[in-house]
C-alpha cells in the first residue's frame, strides 16, 4: 500500500463548478501538507499549504486536513478552464523531512 | 516561471548508456532537490543538496549519483540505463535547507530509454 492515495481521475466539470480533490494517507506522524498544480510539460508549483489539522483559504481554493481520518481535500469554488492541469498532494513528517507525493488527480474543466 | 533551469529538455537514449541532467537554481538558493516522476510512481524524491554538501536521500537507485558543484548548479547522472528509467525528472531549489513550503520546480527533463 502507498504511503499517500489519490485518485488519478480524469476529473471532468463545468466551468464555475465546485471541484473536489482528496488524498487519503497512512502514516500518522505526517504533519505537513500540500497541494501542488502542474500544468502539462510543467514543473508543479506550490498551491496551498497546512501545517497539521483544519482549514486554509486562499481565493477560490480552500484546502482541508482531517489527520483523525488521515484525509485531506483541496476545494477550488468556481473553477475555470484553467485550472485545468493535474493536481498533487504532498506531505511531510517533519519541515526537513522529504516530500511524499500522490499520483496526481488530472482535471478538465470544460467552458 | 520559477527561475530553475535544467537542460536538456528532452533526451532520448539506449539501455546501458549513462547520460547527465543539469540543474540551476534560482538565483539566492542553496539548496537542490531531484526528483522522478513516472505515470505508475508519481513525484518521487530523489535527493537533496545544499550549499555543496548531500542533504537527504530518498529512493534514489545506486546506479544514480549526483552533485552540487561550487557554483551551486547540480548535475543527477544516471547510468546503466534501463527502459524502467524512462520518466519526467524534476530539479527544485530553495532558500534553506528545511524549506518544505518554498520548493520551486524547474520544467523537467524527459528521459526516453529505448
Known amino acids: 500500500q502507498k504511503e499517500v492515495e489519490q485518485d488519478p481521475g480524469p476529473l471532468s466539470v463545468p466551468e464555475g463548478a465546485i471541484v473536489s480533490l482528496n488524498c487519503t494517507y497512512s502514516n500518522s506522524a505526517f504533519q505537513y501538507f500540500m497541494w501542488y498544480r502542474q500544468y502539462s510539460r510543467k514543473g508543479p508549483e506550490l498551491l496551498m499549504y497546512t501545517y497539521s489539522s483544519g482549514n486554509k483559504e486562499d481565493g477560490r481554493f480552500t484546502a482541508q486536513v482531517d489527520k483523525s481520518s488521515k484525509y485531506i481535500s483541496l476545494f477550488i469554488r468556481d473553477s475555470q478552464p484553467s485550472d485545468s492541469a493535474t493536481y498533487l498532494c504532498?506531505?511531510?513528517?517533519?519541515?526537513?523531512?522529504?516530500?511524499?507525493f500522490g499520483t496526481g488527480t488530472r482535471l478538465q474543466v470544460f467552458p | 516561471d520559477s527561475g530553475v533551469t535544467q537542460t536538456p529538455k528532452h533526451l532520448i537514449t539506449a539501455t546501458g548508456q549513462r547520460v547527465t541532467l543539469r540543474c540551476s537554481p534560482r538565483?539566492?538558493?542553496?539548496?537542490v532537490y531531484w526528483y522522478q516522476q513516472s505515470l505508475d510512481q508519481g513525484l518521487q524524491f530523489l535527493i537533496q543538496y545544499y550549499n555543496g554538501e548531500e542533504r537527504a536521500k530518498g529512493n534514489i537507485l545506486e546506479r544514480f549519483s549526483a552533485q552540487q558543484f561550487p557554483d551551486l548548479h547540480s548535475e543527477l547522472n544516471l547510468s546503466s540505463l534501463e527502459l524502467g528509467d524512462s520518466a519526467l525528472y524534476f530539479c527544485?531549489?530553495?532558500?534553506?535547507?528545511?524549506?518544505?513550503?518554498?520548493?520551486?520546480f524547474g520544467p523537467g527533463t524527459r528521459l526516453l530509454v529505448l
Open positions: 527544485a531549489s530553495s532558500v534553506g535547507w528545511d524549506s518544505l513550503e518554498t520548493q520551486y
Open positions: 504532498a506531505m511531510s513528517a517533519g519541515n526537513t523531512d522529504k516530500l511524499i
Open positions: 538565483s539566492g538558493d542553496l539548496s
